[in-house]
């Protein structure tokens, strides 16, 4: 897939505007390391994977990448790696770039590598200034052995993550970590995921910040996620921009204990279900055979989420809800309750010269659900609910009169109420029409950007 003229120096614009110019690492450190230069000509490492089996200790390592295109994808796995760092050479990412076309897995020629660095069981990598583009699965990934709390500390700075088939910067059973000053776009699912975290008693927490994600199916996915703090970030030109969520296909139910604050969240309006969209998302379906679409034209997606806080944030823009939050009665272990989540203080709809459809959306599940201090609330209460708003959108903190308690919200599936309303939304058919819904408007110009939904991805039928 190609990236549009104009894409990237966007995604830079808004990413220097929400963080400043990234800093390189400390050189008195690098001093103290041994590192292996890789570039195509004129280094003893002409190939990253050839660095990489160089390395006989991570902690003390560094793997120096030099302006060039790299055709490959490295595998690491274990402890002997703990430490490692991978750095491109220029604080301009774009200037050291894993491809995925054509790329081989650490240099076998019979092997296709799925991603641009892949590291298992490793503690406290690092992946700064590097770009990931165009690989079969995922950008760059980080993540642990089933069953197993092996990945500890990670860092991704000042990175970009482009075009591949599934998540762009993607960390998975980890136990804290930090993303920050990078972005992405073009993803079949999500350009930052944080999944499956362990419980913890003294929680580590996953920095998410200073980050971009555009023009992916989710900005932000985190399914069964735990201890995620989501700031000073930007997410516009999604599908849907943050998408915390609870699902029976990963371990540690349910998604719980997140924050999303001081973000830009605008615009989320990409129907990427055309049929001249230059990104397919790689879902299959939601829900029984399939049924439930992933939903578009959503700020903030709380699926089966327990105990988010939603604050301070500006959502704005989305031509079906600012931010909706619903249970998963379909779970098998009824894990994913809509319980305990909080929306305060976000400024909404851009003083009203940039409405979202509605700010907010919720299905009456659960308990604790509350909304203060936002300065609009365009509550969503359809005209079949069977509650009253004060029982749908109570105010913090919550009654304990609000909310049905369980995973059935309002209404009954598939005909009336919040339920209702929802699942004739996501099961549109095709799924293009959800279009249908939005209250759609031209919207004030922000940062230079161009909205998506100005684009011509053809017609649904």
């Not at 073009?186 to 910040?209: F, L």
């Amino acid at each position: 897939m190609k990236l549009r003229k104009g894409t990237f120096a966007a995604a830079i614009a808004v990413s220097l505007a929400v963080g400043g110019a990234p800093a390189m690492g400390s050189d008195a450190h690098a001093k103290r390391q041994k590192v292996f230069v890789v570039c195509k000509h004129g280094c003893q490492y002409r190939s990253v994977h050839k660095a990489l089996d160089a390395v006989n200790k991570g902690s003390n390592s560094l793997i120096r990448i030099r302006p060039g295109t790299y055709n490959e994808g490295v595998t690491l796995v274990g402890h002997r790696y703990d430490g490692l760092s991978f750095v491109g050479t220029s604080e301009n990412p774009r200037r050291a770039v894993f491809e995925g076309r054509g790329a081989k897995l650490n240099g076998d020629s019979h092997e296709v590598a799925q991603n641009a660095i892949d590291a298992t069981n490793v503690d406290g990598l690092k992946i700064k200034n590097l770009w990931a583009r165009n690989f079969e699965t995922n950008g760059f990934f980080v993540h642990a052995d089933n069953g197993t709390t092996n990945c500890k500390g990670f860092l991704m700075k000042n990175d970009l993550a482009s075009f591949n088939r599934s998540y762009g910067l993607f960390a998975k059973r980890c136990i804290g970590g930090r993303i920050t000053r990078s972005a992405g776009w073009g993803h079949g699912d999500s350009a930052i995921y944080i999944g499956e975290t362990p419980p913890q008693k003294n929680p580590k927490w996953t920095q998410i910040d200073h980050d971009v994600a555009y023009e992916n199916v989710l900005g932000y996915s985190g399914t069964n996620s735990k201890y995620v703090n989501i700031h000073h970030s930007e997410f516009f030109n999604n599908g849907a921009g943050v998408v915390p969520n609870t699902l029976d296909s990963e371990r540690f139910e349910p998604n719980a204990d997140g924050r999303i604050h001081h973000n830009a969240i605008f615009w989320n309006n990409f129907n990427y279900y055309l049929p001249d969209s230059p990104v397919e998302t790689v879902s299959g379906g939601l829900g029984p055979g399939g049924l439930y679409n992933y939903p578009t034209g959503i700020g903030v997606v709380l699926f089966g989420s327990d105990g988010w806080t939603v604050k301070d944030n500006r959502i704005f823009g989305n031509f079906m809800w600012g931010t909706a939050s619903f249970s998963d009665p379909f779970n098998s272990g009824h894990d994913a309750v809509n319980e305990r989540n909080r929306f305060i203080d976000n400024k909404m709809s851009r003083g009203g010269t940039d409405k979202n459809r509605f700010d907010f959306f919720n299905d009456g599940s659960g308990k604790g659900n509350c909304f203060s201090g936002n300065s609009s609330s365009r509550f969503d209460v359809t005209a079949t609910a069977t509650h009253s708003q004060a029982f749908l959108y109570p105010t913090c903190p919550a009654p304990a009169s609000a909310g049905t308690g369980t995973d059935a919200g309002d209404g009954v599936l598939l005909t009336s109420g919040q339920v209702g309303e929802l699942s004739k939304y996501v099961t549109a058919s095709p799924p293009c029409k959800q279009q249908d819904s939005w209250v759609e408007h031209a919207h004030p110009p922000f940062k230079g950007l161009t909205p998506i939904d100005t684009k011509d991805f053809g017609d649904c039928s």
